[in-house]
């Protein structure tokens, strides 16, 4: 990427997303925001089957870079007008949203602490699992702010209104093993295992069914729909699975008896 705060390498179907600015803990910065966004561009033009999130060095992500030497000089009060916007505006709600509809996978290999906008980062993988070194903090309120990224309509919905509000509220950080026993995350593993581990399984879901992106949006959407809107919405992404190769595939190795051979398509 242009600024090399983001390494992105290609692992066979799997794309590889590393942040990369550990002396600030991979902390979210102008220049790290721009090479993000080059990095998710070249995800999508390329032939990858999922994205496997991680941070180089001893964090995940320690959230947004209050002492960014690189960021362009705000104008609060024109913020409020509406005049111009804001990072959240401008780059993180886009982001987030943008990794929610992703048509493949997206996991997340959390390393050390994931903090602020960090931790939403963390959280926006459909599989997330952590080194028994991770932790996660809702650090807004130690610095007078609310809750953003994200993290205020994941939170609730992942653990529950009365863990999530401890979280916003005390701005505790929380070990990685109380994460999984909460089921904010999938899985915990030794720090040294984290990425063959999240590699292995990202690997696993590079080789599944195109439809795997259907699933993903699906379950995303279950969160907000009725009912009645999500029954719509599995008949309208079956009819579309039922339309692809893999599909075709899928049924011709189990009449045969063998292991199906997706292909993504």
């Given at each position: ?9 290609f692992h066979?179907?799997?794309?590889v ?12 910065g ?6 993000m966004?080059?990095a ?16 180089a ?21 024109a ?6 916007k ?7 709600n886009?982001t987030?949203?943008r ?10 290999a ?31 309120a ?29 701005a ?34 590079a ?22 809107q999500?029954?719509?919405l599995e ?25 199906a051979?997706?292909s993504?398509?």
């Open positions: 990427m242009k600024h090399d705060r983001i390494r992105l390498e066979d179907k799997v794309a997303l590393t942040l990369n600015d550990p002396s600030v803990l991979n902390a979210l102008y220049l790290l925001k721009q090479d966004t080059e998710l561009d070249a995800v999508d033009a390329s032939d990858a089957r999922c994205l496997l999130i991680t941070g060095g001893r964090a995940f992500c320690s959230g947004a870079n209050l002492n960014d030497p690189n960021r362009p000089p705000r104008d609060r009060a913020e409020l007008r509406g005049e111009v804001s990072d959240l505006e401008a780059w993180y886009p987030l949203i990794l929610r509809n992703m048509d493949i996978p997206v996991v997340t959390i390393n050390g602490i994931a903090a602020g906008a960090g931790m939403s980062l963390a959280l926006c993988g459909d599989i997330k699992i952590a080194a028994k070194s991770a932790s996660f903090l809702q650090a807004f130690r610095i007078g702010l609310v809750q953003d990224a994200g993290s205020s309509y994941v939170l609730p919905r992942l653990i529950g209104m009365a863990r999530a509000m401890e979280l916003a509220l005390l505790e950080r929380l070990p990685a093993e109380k994460a999984l026993e909460w089921g904010m995350i999938n899985r915990l593993v030794d720090d040294a295992a984290l990425m063959p581990e999240a590699l292995a399984l990202a690997n696993a879901l080789n599944g069914p195109k439809s795997l992106g259907m699933i993903r949006r699906m379950a995303w959407a279950s969160l907000d729909n009725t009912l009645e999500q029954l719509e008949v309208r992404e079956q009819k579309r699975a039922g339309m692809t190769e893999d599909h075709a595939e899928g049924v011709a190795a189990f009449k045969e008896k063998r292991q051979n997706f993504g398509r």
